[in-house]
């Protein structure tokens, strides 16, 4: 200790004393003032302030350059930055906070996730939900990948490269909390294109598949019903699952949207179940032979006529009125005439196809939810909330989305993004919402917009939350739709830089 001027060590501690005191910090012991480390600073919504972000970035580039020490310093840092977001994200509404993120072949790029998880923590995100299935493409090394669809990756040198396996680690490394989320039904366009895969898809009553009614090349929506889509998707989940990822969103569990008078489905051939799975599954519901005959009179005509009531009546004498699942047909209705029982089965026939068409999206969410939460792993649906309306006398929206029929198992990822020029839209979005949820379903709404400034009708993030603050105590949690959104120079040089 003699060469800082000091002869004892008893010396050393008195004089660090007096500085502790002069400094305001008297209550910490000399040694424990040596020990503690530089703590960031952060606002009300945990985003660290401008000193730290920039120590944290020259760390990374000099750790990037070889720099062994830098590096070092720079991972601790990185679990300091960590576990001061989570205490900060406990202590401030809201508890979880997320954001979601699409990446590109160029991620792979030295540095370049580094850069953007960083940012995300600095921004005071926990939750990062990465897009892995997308655009008929799977975040998975191309030399692994055994599902039906190509891999995001397919650059020379890159084919063992497992891009969500490092994000999820290094997501960890930071305190994120990391979940897949993929599309849903939508299962592309390479795929709606594969020859042994054209009759899995949905098509309507006019022969057509979501490619041709939506225009766009990326509407490609598979038929619920259809068990090779069943396998195929489930196989590809188990696949993302292979990755530990924290939790699975399910997007897209709906049939496409219209433009327009296409916006609403008015008539049995707007339906999406004109596929030979979804057909086959809807003559399964028929509960005795004259409902079966009905059925199918009526699908492919799209409508009855007397003349089938009376038909039909002929054919099968010994049954009473023709019965289908959901039907609450009375004996009674044996001794009506046919042209009194012709308008009830009308409109029983147009019923029993819309349910139809939305328990296949039911029973598909419900299905591949049961792989992540066998193993423990929250799953959840992204659901327009206007996804389930009714239009006018009869009509429903084309979405055809029963986000309100979905289990309270999973968590509710409502996506609020009405524009009126003020949150109120927004708010009666997740009001909405709440009405349909019981009390134990999480909802978690999800915003789109940029953090501080309005995008024309659009309000900032910081307004948005402020209102569902306000409105809604019971949520904790919400997410901001996308990284993409905050950071769109960033993310167009990701997109179109060559790997």
């Given at each position: ?27 910490l ?47 601790k840092?990185l ?17 979880d ?31 990062l ?62 795929y ?18 979501s ?119 009375q ?101 909405r ?52 959104w ?14």
């Amino acid at each position: 200790m003699g060469g800082f001027g000091f002869s004892t060590f008893s010396q050393f501690k008195q004089r660090l004393m007096a500085l502790s005191l002069a400094l305001g910090i008297g209550s910490l012991s000399p040694l424990a003032l040596l020990s503690q480390p530089v703590q960031a600073k952060t606002n009300q919504y945990c985003r660290l302030d401008a000193q730290a972000i920039a120590a944290k970035d020259q760390l990374r580039e000099k750790a990037l350059s070889g720099d062994q020490t830098a590096q070092q310093e720079y991972t601790k840092l990185l679990d300091e930055h960590g576990k001061q977001l989570n205490e900060c994200r406990q202590k401030n509404w809201p508890k979880d906070q997320a954001i979601w993120l699409r990446v590109y072949p160029c991620d792979t790029r030295a540095g370049v996730i580094d850069k953007v998880l960083d940012d995300i923590v600095n921004k005071g995100y926990d939750h990062l939900y990465l897009e892995v299935f997308y655009d008929s493409q799977a975040l998975l090394p191309e030399n692994q990948n055994k599902t039906a669809w190509p891999s995001v990756l397919k650059t020379n040198g890159l084919e063992d490269r497992d891009l969500m396996a490092e994000i999820i680690a290094k997501g960890h490394a930071r305190g994120l909390k990391v979940y897949a989320w993929m599309f849903g039904l939508n299962f592309g366009y390479v795929y709606a294109n594969r020859s042994d895969r054209r009759t899995v898809m949905a098509r309507n009553g006019f022969g057509q598949t979501s490619l041709d009614f939506v225009k766009d090349g990326a509407q490609a929506f598979a038929d619920p019903y259809n068990r090779t889509a069943q396998e195929d998707y489930y196989k590809l989940v188990k696949e993302i699952l292979k990755r530990k990822p924290d939790g699975v969103l399910f997007d897209y569990i709906r049939y496409p949207r219209g433009t327009g008078t296409q916006s609403v489905t008015a008539s049995v051939n707007d339906l999406w179940i004109y596929s030979p799975a979804a057909i086959q599954a809807l003559y399964n519901r028929a509960q005795n032979k004259q409902g079966l005959v009905l059925i199918e009179k009526y699908l492919r005509n799209r409508k009855i006529t007397v003349g089938d009531v009376t038909a039909v009546r002929a054919q099968h004498p010994n049954e009473d009125t023709p019965r289908w699942q959901g039907r609450n047909a009375q004996a009674s209705e044996k001794n009506l005439s046919d042209s009194q029982l012709h308008q009830r089965l009308q409109n029983d026939l147009w019923y029993l196809t819309v349910g139809h068409a939305a328990q296949g999206v039911v029973d598909f969410v419900n299905l591949i939810a049961q792989a992540p939460q066998r193993q423990g792993v929250p799953a959840g649906a992204v659901f327009f909330p206007g996804g389930n309306q009714i239009v006018g006398q009869r009509g429903f929206d084309s979405r055809l989305q029963p986000w309100d029929k979905f289990p309270s198992s999973l968590e509710w990822h409502a996506m609020a993004y009405s524009v009126c020029g003020s949150p109120q839209c927004i708010v009666n979005e997740i009001a909405r919402v709440v009405r349909f949820a019981s009390s134990d379903t999480e909802i978690i709404p999800a915003l789109a917009g940029d953090w501080d400034r309005a995008i024309g009708n659009r309000p900032s993030l910081k307004d948005q939350m402020a209102a569902i603050r306000a409105n809604f105590p019971r949520i904790d949690s919400v997410s901001h739709f996308a990284y993409s959104w905050q950071e769109p120079t960033s993310d167009n040089e990701r997109k179109f830089c060559r790997v």
